[in-house]
């Protein structure tokens, strides 16, 4: 397992955490994640050989949030 941070821009209330939340923990390969709503920042626990930082990136997208960085830690 790897941990990425994913800073994404848009969030700003409980339903935008829920969305995300959901987006990223139905993707085969995402063991845990952690919203940091004020931060605006998302922690990912994720197996690198299923699933990429490209496809969480658009998972999230896909719910009208900006991913504008990600850094593996």
């Given at each position: 397992?790897?941990?990425?941070?994913?800073?994404?821009?848009?969030?700003?209330?409980k339903?935008?955490?829920?969305a995300?939340?959901?987006?990223?923990?139905?993707?085969?390969?995402?063991?845990?994640?952690?919203v940091?709503?004020?931060?605006?920042?998302v922690?990912?626990?994720?197996?690198?050989?299923?699933?990429?930082e490209?496809?969480?990136?658009?998972?999230?997208?896909?719910?009208?949030?900006?991913v504008?960085?990600?850094?593996?830690?």
């Amino acid at each position: 397992m790897e941990k990425t941070t994913l800073d994404v821009k848009g969030m700003t209330c409980k339903h935008c955490v829920i969305a995300v939340e959901d987006s990223l923990s139905n993707l085969e390969g995402v063991n845990q994640v952690t919203v940091h709503l004020p931060e605006e920042r998302v922690d990912v626990e994720f197996d690198p050989d299923t699933v990429s930082e490209g496809k969480m990136k658009e998972a999230i997208e896909k719910q009208g949030y900006e991913v504008v960085g990600y850094n593996l830690i």
